[in-house]
């Protein structure tokens, strides 16, 4: 291109955008090459347009999710501002602070701490239909031996847990302790957030709304804690698994139908919640087959002697603490001295009575016999009060003290109960096939004001582990 003639065209590039000290870097190509000087200020005019039109066109999803990072950022600082994580984890240790004694029919002047006499009872690997529902019923060692629930609950990857064990085997006290150690647990526990329901409690509401979410539920069972939930925050712990959630006594729930509502309803929030661990607990035959298709199945362990032994130890210093006021290390040493003779005492008792030793592998029935021996000063008058007793407990006092349905009082169920004794020994038999067993019953139930069948009666007091 002679002469001058390139800079009407560098005029024309920097009009179109190209820099003007780029146009004249490429004056030789300029002035060698026009056609592709205007091939590249043409491919430039269409990237310019390129970026304008992506710009317009991100603008608003930009915009969009800018407001949303801002709108999580305030609700972020909201929550954390409101403290009410840490007032709830409070709640969860005040509220399970104390050992559950309503049901025992002796009760004293002092209820223990949980943490001052738990003992960790031991879990093996186990079928339910493999454990017995007979409360003095052994649970076989197996190959892979015990194990404590911590031991599946500090894992970081998520758990589910199907506990089974009979009645007074430990299983709500073993939930409880595990909700006061994770409202412990610090920052490096990744499920921090305890919930401990009651199935039995939230049946009716499952049952008439299946649909209903978990966070409602979970809503429901604290709503005595103080303070309001800041909008979204049960949503938020459950989308981040950090919850544990703990659901008791799926075998309490009474009617048939209702438990198979709600155990199709406890699958349901397995699938949906899937990063936070479950553990739901049962006698062996409270467990529906797709509960145990999600689970790892664990059996609680009948309590060792030295477990037993570190129970009264426990229970004992306990009691004596409370009684005496003890404060100082030389009152505290007093103290120990004289829970340690109280337990020892009660050791050889029972170990002088086999058949009341026998007793002591049940978590519940031990409680009850520490507290007879505790506040009574000794064990009841005969092996047959002591027995009284516990049988009360199981058939009545149990199901009273969690608000369950009862069929029959406790004075109709012990007649019943008796007259079937009764003809065990008079066969010296520890077993009746259900036959005489139903011909015995069929003429006493007849008397009573009630309207009971025998079979019905029978599976009331089977569900409760007699």
């Known amino acids: 291109m002679p002469g001058k003639a390139w800079q009407p065209l560098v005029a024309v590039l920097v009009a179109l955008g190209i820099p003007a000290a780029a146009a004249a870097k490429w004056r030789h190509l300029v002035t060698q090459h026009p056609v592709a000087a205007l091939a590249l200020a043409a491919g430039w005019v269409v990237l310019c347009g390129a970026v304008v039109l992506a710009r317009q066109a991100l603008s608003g999803p930009a915009r969009r999710r800018l407001e949303?990072?801002?709108?999580?950022?305030?609700?972020?600082?909201?929550?954390?501002?409101?403290?009410?994580?840490?007032?709830?984890?409070?709640?969860?240790?005040d509220s399970r602070r104390y050992v559950d004694v309503k049901d025992l029919a002796t009760g004293g002047d002092h209820t223990p701490e949980l943490d001052d006499v738990y003992v960790d009872v031991a879990l093996v690997r186990r079928a339910p239909h493999q454990v017995s529902g007979n409360p003095l019923g052994s649970v076989a060692e197996d190959a892979t031996g015990r194990h404590s629930v911590s031991e599946f609950l500090d894992r970081r990857e998520r758990v589910v847990l199907a506990v089974s064990g009979p009645p007074g085997s430990g299983k709500s006290t073993l939930l409880a302790h595990a909700a006061r150690r994770s409202a412990r647990a610090g920052r490096r526990n990744r499920r921090r957030v305890p919930v401990l329901l009651a199935l039995r409690e939230h049946a009716g509401t499952i049952a008439a709304s299946p649909g209903t979410p978990l966070p409602d539920v979970l809503r429901a069972a604290?709503?005595?804690?103080?303070?309001?939930?800041?909008?979204?925050?049960?949503?938020?712990?459950?989308?981040?698994?950090?919850?544990?959630?703990?659901?008791?006594g799926?075998?309490?729930?009474?009617?048939?139908?209702?438990?198979?509502?709600?155990?199709?309803?406890?699958?349901?929030?397995?699938?949906?919640?899937?990063?936070?661990?479950?553990?739901?607990?049962s006698r062996p035959h409270g467990f529906p087959g797709p509960v145990?298709?999600?689970?790892?199945?664990?059996?609680?362990?009948?309590?060792?002697?030295?477990?037993?032994?570190?129970?009264l130890n426990r229970w004992y210093l306990a009691a004596e603490r409370h009684a005496t006021g003890a404060v100082s290390k030389a009152q505290m040493r007093a103290v120990r001295i004289r829970a340690g003779e109280s337990?020892?005492?009660?050791?050889?008792?029972?170990?002088?009575?086999?058949?009341?030793?026998?007793?002591?592998?049940?978590?519940?029935?031990?409680?009850?016999?520490?507290?007879?021996?505790?506040?009574?000063?000794?064990?009841?008058?005969?092996?047959?009060?002591?027995?009284?007793?516990?049988?009360?407990?199981?058939?009545?006092?149990?199901?009273?003290?969690?608000?369950?349905?009862?069929?029959?009082?406790?004075?109709?169920?012990?007649?019943?109960?008796?007259?079937l004794a009764y003809?065990?020994?008079?066969?010296?038999?520890?077993?009746?096939?259900?036959?005489?067993?139903?011909?015995?019953?069929?003429?006493?139930?007849?008397r009573l004001p009630q309207s009971v069948a025998g079979p019905a009666f029978l599976d009331d007091v089977s569900a409760t582990g007699c």
């Open 68 to 93: 949303q990072a801002g709108n999580a950022a305030d609700r972020a600082a909201g929550w954390w501002l409101s403290g009410y994580g840490r007032r709830y984890r409070q709640w969860v240790l």
């Open 343 to 419: 337990a020892a005492g009660l050791l050889k008792l029972l170990r002088d009575n086999p058949a009341l030793y026998d007793l002591t592998v049940n978590p519940l029935l031990l409680t009850m016999i520490a507290t007879v021996h505790r506040y009574r000063g000794a064990l009841p008058g005969s092996r047959a009060d002591l027995y009284g007793e516990i049988c009360q407990v199981m058939l009545s006092r149990r199901i009273q003290a969690k608000n369950l349905p009862e069929l029959l009082p406790w004075p109709a169920k012990q007649k019943l109960l008796a007259a």
């Open 250 to 281: 799926l075998d309490e729930v009474a009617r048939q139908e209702d438990r198979g509502a709600v155990a199709t309803w406890v699958e349901r929030q397995i699938s949906s919640y899937p990063g936070n661990h479950f553990v739901i607990t």
């Open 423 to 446: 003809q065990m020994m008079l066969n010296r038999a520890s077993e009746l096939p259900a036959s005489q067993v139903l011909g015995i019953l069929d003429p006493l139930l007849s």
């Open 222 to 248: 604290v709503s005595g804690m103080p303070g309001s939930e800041p909008d979204g925050w049960w949503e938020r712990q459950l989308r981040r698994g950090r919850c544990m959630i703990l659901l008791d």
């Open 292 to 311: 145990i298709a999600h689970a790892d199945v664990l059996a609680v362990r009948p309590f060792t002697a030295e477990q037993v032994q570190l129970f």
